[in-house]
């Protein structure tokens, strides 16, 4: 169906609410609106009766009351600018050639070559033979042979040449930057009171005051108001090391707080700067550049002074310029220094569509030659919704009263486990409001506070009975060694005395055995479990879904420990987890997954992040990684042999210099779009 909007003029603004909305109808598989037109195509199930539903809901949108989802950057505008760039440069181009006489022509086309010459008198200044100094020699020997309409062209197709690569290269990191930016739900807010209250970030604006703890994500910019901690900002900055943040510092959106607390005090609503700094991290930071981009980008450069000699040959073996200059028209540079960075953030565009988040370039061809994946047990092979079965209440405690203590201070550092207790707590109607003190949470241990100045822990057992000495009264062994072995065990202490064991159900996802063997069909010659629960747990777990090793009661420095060792037999390693205790394993690897449903600091110190929902979107992101390794040996081939064609045709006499210039330029446009297109066959464009 084409509806159009009766009004004579659309903002990108207006078009992306429509659009957004459109898509949002049941029964619409796409939804396409122009605002120069303002036109709007449907694709919709087809039947009279949808059509009928369309219509009404269409009679029923109104700019101003019509709630719609839009994302900050849709790329209308950017396409809508590069759209008005090439048409006003095509448009020149024809006014030029069919309306001024020679002379003026010969004018325009002198005064356009200055910035090229300029451009390639620099790159010689500075010492390198590159692009500038071919494109700046092809326009001066045409215009010093007085063949201005040649350097016209040359300098039109050049310009129709930058005109796509700046746009295709800007989309790439557009559709990536939406990608990666900033979603957080919740966050905890400081009211005039003192009281913490859970809201929507929406709802938080300017001069309110947010509280971020150990292993959370810092959702909006601002001011530190108390408080100390370290915050990661590789996000923002691309350095891996944590900056201290003390009162009076600032913060921003996306960094995230790897240890202590703070008290912000917002200065940016949310997602104001947000984008604008992700997209400077993706254009600077050296994470995009794989191996092969550097290596695409020295033989690019080196191949300049190859265009150079087979021109210079030429000439003192033909004495013929116009092979000579047929031949300067082809530079290998433009294509390689394209093509394959284009390659690399489509294919992090595509894995996004998958639910994949990636990072950058050298992560991707990591994870093709990685022969070790390393899976934590909790949240990541078990489900990320465990539940609560059972709260053993001890030393003449109420069940009840134990749970919402539990959730009280589970609550402020999100985990699954933490989750599920949180969880069930608000399902029997338990409320729990802030009584402890300071909270603090102790790395693959448990947290620690106090309650009315009695103190209360809650985590493993090594935390509790070990580190805490918390004891089990006597009268009470019997029912402490009765508790089902089947669940995993929290357990919680109050005074030093143990006080309830929360026993949680923590399920195998169901497609953890297939994906584990379709990892193995993948390539990975080694499936590995790593896990801090108990070793007859761990057994079970691993002989079910087929893991080819495991270790239990596993420390967060072990699990850094193992993946040295594997990288001391010499090979590449996977690391997927989830929680705290998973960094120094992530960081560790040689690319570190988190699931999205884990830990914020996890998710910001992972290379690639995956859904929660299936854990075979590891399988789907090797097939794309294999998939980019081919496609950019595929563009290496094509540009290397193309290119060498046009220079043997050039040298033989057999192509015109404007004609050379034409089939290099189209061969790069048209070889940077095939890299934009999806590599997976079944991938939805």
Same mark, same amino acid.
């Given at each position: 169906?084409?509806?159009?909007?009766?009004?004579?003029?659309?903002?990108?603004?207006?078009?992306?609410?429509?659009?957004?909305?459109?898509?949002?109808? #049941?029964?619409?598989?796409?939804?396409?609106?122009?605002?120069?037109?303002? @036109?709007?195509? *449907?694709?919709?199930?087809?039947?009279?009766?949808?059509?009928?539903?369309? !219509?009404?809901?269409?009679?029923?949108?109104?700019?101003?009351?019509?709630?719609?989802?839009?994302?900050?950057? =849709?790329?209308?505008?950017?396409?809508?600018?590069?759209?008005?760039?090439?048409?006003?440069?095509?448009?020149?181009?024809?006014?030029?050639?069919?309306?001024?006489?020679?002379?003026?022509?010969?004018?325009?086309?002198?005064?356009?070559?200055?910035?090229?010459?300029?451009?390639?008198?620099? &790159?010689?200044?500075?010492?390198?033979?590159?692009?500038?100094?071919?494109?700046?020699?092809?326009?001066?020997? $045409?215009?010093?042979?007085?063949?201005?309409?040649?350097?016209?062209?040359?300098?039109?197709?050049?310009?129709?040449g930058d005109i796509m690569e700046e746009w295709t290269h800007r989309k790439s990191v557009d559709d990536l930057a939406n990608a990666m930016s900033l979603h957080v739900d919740k966050v905890w807010v400081?009211?005039?009171?003192?009281?913490?209250?859970?809201?929507?970030?929406?709802? !938080?604006?300017?001069?309110?005051?947010?509280?971020?703890?150990?292993?959370?994500?810092?959702?909006?910019?601002?001011?530190?108001?108390?408080?100390?901690?370290?915050?990661?900002?590789?996000?923002?900055?691309?350095?891996?090391? &944590?900056?201290?943040?003390?009162?009076?510092?600032?913060?921003?959106?996306?960094?995230?707080?790897?240890?202590?607390?703070?008290?912000?005090?917002?200065?940016?609503?949310?997602?104001?700067?947000?984008?604008?700094?992700?997209? &400077?991290?993706?254009?600077?930071?050296?994470?995009?550049?794989?191996?092969?981009?550097?290596?695409?980008? @020295?033989?690019?450069?080196?191949?300049?002074?190859?265009?150079?000699?087979?021109?210079?040959? +030429?000439?003192?073996?033909?004495?013929?310029? /116009?092979?000579?200059?047929?031949?300067?028209?082809?530079?290998?540079?433009?294509?390689?220094?394209?093509?394959?960075?284009?390659?690399?953030?489509?294919?992090?565009?595509?894995?996004?569509?998958?639910?994949?988040?990636?990072?950058?370039?050298?992560?991707?061809?990591?994870?093709?030659?990685?022969? =070790?994946?390393?899976?934590?047990?909790?949240?990541?092979? =078990?489900?990320?919704?465990?539940?609560?079965?059972?709260?053993?209440?001890?030393?003449?405690?109420?069940?009840?009263?134990?749970?919402?203590?539990?959730?009280?201070?589970?609550?402020?550092?999100?985990?699954?486990?933490?989750?599920?207790?949180?969880?069930?707590?608000?399902?029997?109607?338990?409320?729990?409001?802030?009584?402890?003190?300071?909270?603090?949470?102790?790395?693959?241990?448990?947290?620690?506070?106090?309650?009315?100045?009695?103190?209360?822990?809650?985590?493993?057992?090594?935390?509790?009975?070990?580190?805490?000495? $918390?004891?089990?009264?006597?009268?009470?062994?019997?029912?402490?060694?009765?508790?089902?072995?089947?669940?995993?065990?929290?357990?919680?202490?109050?005074?030093?005395?143990?006080?309830?064991?929360?026993?949680?159900?923590?399920?195998?996802?169901?497609? $953890?055995?297939?994906?584990?063997?379709? %990892?193995?069909?993948?390539?990975?010659?080694?499936?590995?479990?790593? +896990?801090?629960?108990?070793?007859?747990?761990?057994?079970?777990?691993?002989?079910?879904?087929?893991?080819?090793?495991?270790?239990?009661?596993?420390? #967060?420095?072990?699990?850094?420990?193992?993946?040295?060792q594997e990288h001391e037999a010499g090979r590449k390693v996977v690391m997927v987890g989830d929680g705290v205790n998973d960094l120094p394993a992530l960081s560790a690897a040689d690319v570190g997954v988190?699931?999205?449903?884990?830990?914020?600091?996890?998710?910001?110190?992972?290379?690639?992040?995956?859904?929660?929902?299936?854990?075979?979107?590891?399988?789907?992101?090797?097939?794309?990684? /294999?998939? %980019?390794?081919?496609? +950019?040996?595929?563009?290496?081939?094509?540009?290397?042999?193309?290119?060498?064609?046009?220079?043997?045709?050039?040298? %033989?006499?057999?192509?015109?210099? =404007?004609?050379?210039?034409?089939?290099? /330029?189209?061969?790069?446009?048209? *070889?940077?779009?095939?890299?934009?297109?999806?590599?997976?066959?079944?991938?939805?464009?």
């Open positions: 169906m084409r509806v159009h909007l009766h009004q004579c003029y659309m903002t990108f603004e207006e078009a992306d609410k429509v659009q957004y909305y459109l898509q949002s109808l #049941p029964g619409v598989v796409r939804a396409k609106v122009s605002e120069r037109t303002c @036109d709007a195509t *449907i694709y919709y199930g087809g039947t009279a009766k949808q059509r009928a539903k369309l !219509v009404r809901a269409l009679s029923g949108f109104d700019y101003e009351t019509t709630e719609v989802s839009v994302p900050d950057h =849709t790329g209308r505008e950017l396409n809508h600018k590069f759209e008005d760039r090439m048409f006003w440069h095509i448009a020149g181009r024809f006014v030029t050639r069919l309306f001024l006489p020679l002379s003026i022509r010969s004018i325009i086309s002198f005064v356009k070559a200055v910035p090229f010459v300029i451009r390639g008198l620099n &790159s010689l200044i500075h010492g390198r033979i590159d692009v500038h100094v071919l494109d700046a020699a092809s326009v001066t020997f $045409a215009i010093v042979r007085s063949d201005f309409d040649t350097a016209g062209s040359v300098m039109f197709l050049l310009g129709i400081k009211t005039k009171s003192g009281e913490e209250v859970l809201v929507g970030v929406g709802e !938080v604006h300017r001069d309110s005051r947010i509280i971020v703890r150990t292993g959370n994500m810092i959702p909006l910019d601002g001011l530190v108001e108390s408080g100390d901690a370290m915050v990661n900002q590789a996000s923002i900055t691309g350095e891996p090391l &944590s900056v201290r943040k003390t009162e009076g510092g600032a913060v921003f959106a996306g960094t995230v707080v790897e240890e202590g607390e703070l008290v912000v005090r917002v200065t940016k609503d949310a997602g104001t700067g947000q984008y604008d700094r992700i997209v &400077s991290m993706i254009e600077e930071s050296e994470k995009l550049r794989s191996d092969t981009e550097a290596k695409a980008s @020295d033989l690019a450069d080196k191949l300049v002074p190859v265009t150079f000699g087979a021109a210079v040959l +030429t000439y003192l073996l033909t004495r013929d310029i /116009n092979r000579a200059y047929s031949i300067m028209m082809v530079d290998f540079c433009c294509a390689l220094k394209l093509a394959i960075p284009i390659s690399v953030l489509s294919a992090m565009r595509e894995a996004q569509e998958h639910q994949i988040s990636v990072k950058g370039g050298k992560f991707m061809e990591n994870f093709a030659k990685a022969e =070790t994946i390393v899976f934590d047990k909790t949240g990541t092979i =078990t489900r990320a919704v465990p539940k609560v079965r059972d709260v053993v209440a001890f030393n003449g405690q109420d069940p009840k009263e134990m749970l919402r203590l539990a959730a009280c201070l589970e609550e402020h550092y999100p985990h699954s486990i933490a989750n599920a207790v949180v969880r069930c707590a608000k399902e029997q109607g338990l409320s729990h409001e802030e009584k402890h003190s300071k909270v603090e949470y102790i790395v693959a241990h448990g947290i620690a506070s106090t309650v009315d100045g009695v103190k209360v822990r809650i985590g493993s057992w090594h935390f509790i009975f070990e580190d805490e000495k $918390a004891v089990l009264k006597e009268d009470e062994k019997e029912k402490f060694d009765s508790l089902p072995d089947q669940y995993s065990h929290l357990y919680l202490a109050i005074g030093g005395v143990l006080s309830a064991v929360i026993l949680i159900e923590d399920p195998i996802k169901d497609e $953890a055995k297939d994906a584990i063997r379709a %990892l193995h069909e993948a390539g990975f010659s080694r499936v590995v479990m790593l +896990t801090g629960d108990s070793g007859r747990t761990a057994k079970a777990v691993a002989k079910l879904i087929g893991v080819d090793d495991f270790r239990a009661e596993v420390l #967060p420095e072990d699990k850094a420990a193992f993946i040295k988190a699931i999205n449903s884990g830990a914020a600091i996890a998710r910001e110190i992972a290379d690639v992040t995956i859904s929660e929902d299936d854990l075979k979107a590891l399988v789907t992101l090797r097939r794309l990684c /294999n998939g %980019l390794n081919q496609r +950019t040996t595929r563009n290496y081939r094509f540009i290397l042999t193309f290119n060498s064609g046009l220079i043997v045709l050039g040298m %033989l006499g057999l192509l015109q210099p =404007t004609m050379t210039a034409l089939l290099h /330029n189209m061969s790069t446009i048209l *070889i940077a779009l095939h890299s934009m297109t999806n590599v997976l066959p079944e991938s939805k464009n």
